[in-house]
């Protein structure tokens, strides 16, 4: 009888430890979005530049796919705050139909943000 409790005792504590060192989704960090509308409106933030091997994202991230890459001049669209805080503006290559995500530090000439031409989601 004795080892029969033991033996449950064992298990029980067993499977409580096991289900404490599961994580569950409200611990999980947030998945990076990479879909990135290509519709956002054209909020005529004016022009800048990329310098040569900066990428032009799919989404907001730096994980998210390229599309394209400078050097070239690009048409600022609109800006937006990832969930990172990380300040992205959505852009169009100038001249061609590729549209994306630029990082805010990797534009070449300095930019003034104002809520006017914060992408509306």
């Keep these: 009888m004795f080892t029969k409790k033991l033996v449950s005792a064992v298990l ?6 096991f289900a404490l060192a599961v ?3 409200a611990s999980a960090a947030p ?3 990479c879909t990135g509308s290509v519709n956002h409106q054209d909020l005529s933030a004016g ?11 799919s989404g907001p991230y ?15 669209h609109c800006w937006a705050k990832n969930e990172a805080n990380h300040i992205w ?5 100038t001249g061609q139909t590729t549209k994306g995500w630029a990082y805010e530090p990797n534009l070449y000439y300095t930019v ?6 914060r992408c509306r989601v």
């Design 23 to 25: 994580p569950t989704s």
């Design 62 to 76: 730096a994980s998210c796919t390229v599309r394209g890459e400078g050097p070239t001049t690009v048409q600022l």
């Design 31 to 33: 998945l990076e979005d």
């Design 89 to 93: 503006w959505f852009v169009n290559l």
């Design 12 to 17: 029980l504590t067993s499977a409580v430890g």
């Design 112 to 117: 003034v943000r104002h809520e006017s031409n």
């Design 47 to 57: 022009n800048n530049y990329l310098p040569t091997g900066t990428p032009i994202r």
